[in-house]
């Protein structure tokens, strides 16, 4: 079993819509979760960041986190076409420890 | 300059050739990471230092060497590579384990 797990996609989505990004983590230890943007031959960028169950917005991004299911979404309202690359999961599987483990990707396209 | 920075963009090296990859940070942050990204593979965590010392080391083949002389650099020496580590070799800083990272833009590296 993979220890961060994502639909590899491609997602697409129209204009305006909400797209709906997905990640499971198998390590129930897990304390800080992340969000990253990657366009294609660029490097990862922060989207978002959550540590507590719940819902997390900042403007058109809002992470949920539910660890008792191990589940972690990112969604996105009125998607936009800049919108469009690979959205990467990360997980920090241990207290106190560095490693974070990144899921494969979801490859988002949005159609104009 | 901000962020975190990478040399060389680009390095195309022989399998019995000796280089070294760059990575400095400007942000202050205590933890620096070597990451491998692949085509189609999930980013692999190399190299983990933390106050200039080194706390993860994942399984990586000897011929990657890393170095962290002080908190805002992180050296990656190359020696005798394969053609399988052509990759993209991107490293990052975090302020604690618990924080985002920031990526550096990258190395793409060619083995002949």
């Known amino acids: 079993q993979k220890e961060v797990e994502q639909n590899s996609g491609p997602l697409s989505v129209p204009e305006g819509a909400i797209a709906s990004l997905n990640c499971t983590y198998s390590?129930?230890?897990?304390?800080?979760f992340f969000w990253y943007r990657q366009y294609s031959g660029k490097s990862p960028e922060l989207i978002m960041s959550?540590?507590?169950?719940g819902d997390k917005e900042d403007g058109r991004f809002t992470a949920q986190l539910n660890k008792a299911s191990q589940y972690v979404s990112l969604l996105i309202r009125d998607s936009q076409p800049s919108d469009s690359a690979t959205y990467l999961c990360a997980v920090n599987g241990n207290t106190g420890g560095f490693k974070t483990i990144f899921g494969a990707g979801t490859r988002l396209f949005v159609k104009a | 300059e901000t962020g975190v920075t990478q040399t060389p963009r680009h390095l195309v090296m022989g399998m019995t050739n000796k280089k070294s990859l760059k990575c400095e940070q400007h942000?202050?942050?205590?933890?620096m990471y070597w990451y491998k990204q692949s085509a189609k593979k999930p980013l692999e965590l190399m190299f983990v230092?933390?106050?200039?010392?080194?706390?993860e080391n994942n399984s990586v083949p000897s011929r990657f060497s890393p170095e962290c002389p002080n908190s805002s650099h992180l050296f990656l020496h190359l020696h005798t590579l394969q053609p399988e580590d052509s990759a993209l070799y991107l490293c990052?800083?975090?302020?604690?384990?618990?924080?985002?990272?920031?990526f550096g833009d990258g190395t793409r590296l060619s083995i002949l």
């Open positions: 942000l202050g942050h205590n933890a």
């Open positions: 959550i540590y507590s169950n």
């Open positions: 390590d129930r230890g897990s304390q800080s």
């Open positions: 990052a800083s975090s302020q604690d384990s618990h924080q985002p990272q920031h």
């Open positions: 230092y933390s106050l200039e010392e080194r706390v």
